[in-house]
DNA sequence: CGGGCCTTTGACTGGTTTCAACTTCTGTGG
DNA sequence: CCACAGAAGTTGAAACCAGTCAAAGGCCCG
């Protein structure tokens, strides 16, 4: 299970099997069932988790008490509230698996000592928010630049076997809509 | 000039006045005018810029012909399309001063010989990228939670000043609506 | 002083939400 | 393996937020 992590972390720097040991050492697994939250508003987000199989989602409940997704990570993503994370204020989401998951944690504070032992992984790292950096740019320009129905039509047609996985719900709380408003969106095409 | 950049760097890292010099021998200064753009739609681009004085912007234009703008940035601010920084894809962005600006670029294969020069630099990336990464996470939660005139009436009070240092057409763009309906916003509150 | 860009105003339109009722699916215990 | 309850998905009507278009007014800068 942790091959999983150390051909990741590969693919952007060098290392060895030894160092990986090392390094490995810092993290903590953890299994989640679904629906089971692995960080919840309020406290202050101090882990950053690597997803090794399954799918967690980060959410928020708004006014109304709705909960939005504002983001899925699926296998060899990362995800935490990184303004929590780095600011130390509480954070204002939860993390939830979204199916029976596995991944790697690590806290705040380990992940400091991991830098200081190993400071090629500030490269990785590096690399890491640079990607999420540049998908987040992207992810904001779509929701600039697509009504809702086409951010569905968009969505459905880049990430096909995704869309099947998750429940309709979930979909429409990522893509900013209402649950209703997509039943009605594909209704429209199988006509 | 350069001073802004170095304090910068030293809030994240510590860097002796020495190998700040060396450092900055990396990037090239360059003066923007108005409304001049540092890159381009269709170019790849390939640097990487810290705001010394002044206010870029980065924006698409959108299948209508809109411009739509997705970032500011201020003073002490990096800007640059990291999807096609990172991936060497062409761009989809433009980046243009919003005022008369100094800014400081490096290119992509510099910032490599930096790394390399420098790897206490992958830290201070590491964090401006973390940071950056929590900032559009911050984003994207304005973006579901509030209706448009709740991001303006939002906007608005936590930057009073910035609010008036720009135009309002450019406003709009950022806040994701048309100049008319801001006209409407505004004209409800002063009565 | 003039021209062009920016902002304002108003009428009309449509995409999306809200609400409520109904149907279908899913999983859990008997 | 069935029954049933709760969760998820569908449908339709009414309301609303925000866009579009067109025209007029204000203001900056040459």
Redesign the interface.
């Known amino acids: 299970m942790s091959d999983i992590l150390k051909q990741h972390i590969r693919k952007f720097i060098k290392l060895s099997d030894e160092d990986f040991a090392g390094v490995l050492a810092y993290f903590v697994a953890v299994d989640l069932d679904k629906k089971q939250n692995l960080h919840v508003e309020g406290r202050i987000c101090n882990s950053n988790s690597f997803v090794v199989k399954g799918c967690l989602r980060m959410f928020?409940v708004?006014e109304k008490g709705v909960e939005?997704t504002?983001?899925f990570a699926l296998e060899h993503w990362w995800l935490a509230?990184?303004?929590s994370?780095?600011?130390r204020q509480p954070s204002?989401?939860y993390i939830q698996a979204v199916e029976k998951s596995n991944v790697l944690t690590i806290t705040a504070e380990e992940q400091e000592k991991l830098?200081t032992t190993y400071?090629i992984m500030?490269?990785y790292?590096?690399l890491i928010?640079?990607?999420?950096?540049?998908?987040?740019?992207?992810?904001?320009?779509t929701?600039?630049?697509f009504s809702r129905e086409q951010m569905y039509h968009q969505f459905a047609s880049n990430y096909p076997d995704f869309v099947q996985r998750i429940p309709q719900y979930l979909l429409a709380s990522f893509l900013?809509f209402t649950p209703e408003y997509l039943s009605e969106i594909r209704s429209k095409r199988i006509s």
């Not at 928010?129 to 320009?141: G, T």
């Open positions: 928020f708004n939005q504002i983001q509230d990184y303004i994370f780095s600011t204002e989401f830098l400071p500030e490269r790292f590096r928010h640079q990607r999420a950096h540049a998908a987040a740019q992207f992810r904001i320009k929701l600039y630049n900013g």
